[in-house]
C-alpha cells in the first residue's frame, strides 16, 4: 500500500504562483513515477505532469513553460512548481504514484485561479 497526502493548493490570482507537494510513504519501491493530475468541473481527469525517480520528466502541452515537477527521493516527496496561473488552471489537482501493474492517488487538493 502506497499513501498519498497532498498539499500546497489555494486561491490564487491569475498570474501568480502555487506550489503543490505529494507526500508518500508505505510500500515506495524503485522504478516508479509520480505525477500530477487535474480534473476541472465537468471534465475529465487530465494529465499535468510526471517525473520518473530517476528524473526524467513530461508535461502536458498546456502546462510546458509554466509548471515544474521535481522530486526529492529521500523524502518520498514529489513538487509541483505553478507559475504564471490561468484560470483554465482551476481544477483538483491529484498525485499519482504508479508502477508496473498498479497505481495510487491522492484525495486531490484544489487550485483556485481568479481572473
Known amino acids: 500500500q502506497v499513501q498519498l497526502v497532498e498539499s500546497g493548493g489555494g486561491l490564487v490570482q491569475a498570474g501568480g504562483s502555487l506550489r503543490l507537494s505529494c507526500a508518500a510513504s508505505?510500500?515506495?519501491?524503485?522504478?516508479?513515477?509520480m505525477g500530477w493530475y487535474r480534473q476541472a468541473p465537468g471534465k475529465q481527469r487530465e494529465f499535468v505532469a510526471i517525473i520518473s525517480d530517476s528524473g526524467s520528466t513530461n508535461y502536458a502541452d498546456s502546462v510546458k513553460g509554466r509548471f515544474t515537477i521535481s522530486r526529492d527521493n529521500a523524502k518520498k516527496t514529489v513538487y509541483l512548481q505553478m507559475n504564471s496561473l490561468e484560470p483554465e488552471d482551476t481544477a483538483v489537482y491529484y498525485c499519482n504514484y504508479r508502477r508496473i501493474g498498479y497505481q495510487y492517488w491522492g484525495q486531490g487538493t484544489q487550485v483556485t485561479v481568479s481572473s
Open positions: 508505505g510500500s515506495i519501491g524503485s522504478m516508479n513515477i
